[in-house]
């Protein structure tokens, strides 16, 4: 179990879905990366008492710090998702389902 409290197997499981952000797409460097391409982990849905595949996520820093405690379908509508061309409909799967 990782310091978030995700379990080793859904740590792997994220690890090999989510290769590129969840909201913007960069895809991520190796494990030495450092801004955009640096992953972070991810509750899409600001709860961290729900830990599973469908709130677990990885997307990178800077959309991590951008979104921090803000409601998902709010940031979505942020200046940075604006600029950042981040939108309902260009984000990843899992994030399109807990929209839904």
């Known amino acids: 179990m990782n310091k978030w409290n995700i379990p080793d197997w859904l740590e792997r499981e994220v690890i090999q879905r989510d290769r590129r952000c969840v909201y913007c797409g960069v895809e991520f460097a190796s494990s030495n990366a450092i801004g955009r391409t ?19 996520a990885r997307c990178c820093v800077s959309c991590n710090a951008s979104k921090g405690a803000n409601d998902l379908a709010i940031w979505l509508e942020s200046n940075y998702c604006r600029k950042h061309g981040i939108t309902k409909d260009t984000v990843a799967e899992v994030v399109k389902r807990a929209l839904a």
């Open 38 to 56: 640096k992953p972070s982990w991810e509750h899409i849905v600001n709860d961290a008492r729900i830990i599973n595949r469908e709130n677990i």
